[in-house]
T-cell receptor
């Protein structure tokens, strides 16, 4: 069983829709939960991170962590065509941990 | 700052050949990592380093070697290329981070490797 599971999609939604992306994980030692965005033929870039359980909002993006269920989510409000990319969740045990475990990524397409 | 740079951008190898993928960063980051990305598999950690002279294995280390003689450089060596090593390889670097704020990991543009 993978430590981090993520639905690969693809997911296609109309412009302006609310998008929900999710990951589950098995290792209860994970404390930091991150979302990366990767455009085609580019390296991933950090979108946002959350420490432990709770919500974090950054503009149109909201990250949620439910440690009791080992479940994390990324919500995108008012989705734009420029949001079309692959979104990868990632986790690490602590802030200084050098090992980061990634999900397989969800390919998202926003239709104009 | 150039950030994280990788060379070459694309490479074709024959089975059994060896080669080195280069990675360099100019941000004075202690941590560096190599990942491979395959369809449906996400990013899988090959090797990582927490500082010059210190390296460790990740999830899929077999067939790869690394060394870290300087803070800036972290080359990845394929000892005897196999078709199963056809992939996109990403190098990344980050600082250790502080309590409550993990260091942001920066990725290079990737190297596309095809092994025939």
């Amino acid at each position: 069983q993978k430590e981090v599971e993520q639905d690969p999609g693809p997911l296609s939604v109309p412009e302006g829709a609310i998008v929900s992306l999710n990951c589950t994980y098995s290792n209860s030692a994970f404390q930091y939960f991150m979302w990366y965005r990767q455009y085609s033929r580019k390296g991933p870039e950090l979108l946002m991170y959350t420490y432990s359980s709770g919500n974090k909002e950054d503009g149109r993006f909201t990250a949620q962590v439910d440690k009791s269920s080992k479940y994390i989510s990324l919500f995108i409000r008012d989705s734009q065509p420029s949001d079309s990319a692959t979104y990868l969740c990632a986790m690490r045990r602590d802030s200084s941990a050098s090992k980061i475990i990634f999900g397989s990524g969800t390919r998202l397409s926003i239709r104009p | 700052n150039a950030g994280v740079t990788q060379t070459p951008k694309f490479q074709v190898l024959k089975t059994g050949q060896s080669m080195t993928l280069q990675c360099a960063q100019d941000m004075n980051h202690e941590y560096m990592s190599w990942y491979r990305q395959d369809p449906g598999m996400g990013l899988r950690l090959i090797h990582y380093s927490v500082g010059a002279g210190i390296t460790d294995q990740g999830e899929v280390p077999n067939g790869y070697n690394v060394s870290r003689s300087t803070t800036e450089d972290f080359p990845l060596r394929l000892l005897s290329a196999a078709p199963s090593q056809t992939s996109v390889y990403f190098c990344a670097s980050s600082s250790p981070g502080t309590s409550g704020a993990p260091g942001t990991q920066y990725f290079g543009p990737g190297t596309r490797l095809l092994v025939l």
